[in-house]
């Protein structure tokens, strides 16, 4: 286990809903493929922080990366609605190229 990922585990371990830490457990459990616990992170990440435009972004590209395209699409149009609504137009269009990247292989 890398100390990185030691450090997250220990710092949601002391405040199990802050950001910064779930995120940065989230992005670290991502790097290592270890899908059940980095969504899980991701969820309660979004449970406490749900307009996180950049846990929407994160959490639909770890979804893609696991192979899970059914979670990628619900996720980005979850932080769609999310970036719409909090007017967070860089994340909005990051999360609008996954989309239409997803679509475009649709139609190959």
């Known amino acids: ?14 405040k199990p809903t802050d950001r910064f830490g ?5 992005m670290e459990l991502r790097k290592t493929r270890t899908w059940d ?5 991701f969820g ?6 749900p307009d996180y435009g950049a846990a929407w972004y994160h959490f639909a590209m770890a979804k893609k990366e696991s192979g899970d395209r059914a979670g990628c699409l619900d996720a980005l149009n ?12 860089k994340t909005r269009a990051e999360l609008q190229g996954v989309l239409d990247e997803l679509e475009m292989q649709d139609d190959d």
Do not use: N, P
């Not at 779930?22 to 989230?26: I, M």
């Open 44 to 49: 309660t990440l979004l449970q406490h922080h």
């Open 78 to 89: 979850k932080g769609l609605v999310v970036t719409t609504r909090t007017g967070d137009t």
């Open 22 to 26: 779930l995120y940065a457990l989230a």
């Open 1 to 14: 286990m890398s100390d990185r990922l030691a450090a997250a585990r220990d710092y949601v371990a002391k």
């Open 37 to 41: 616990e980095c969504f899980s992170a």
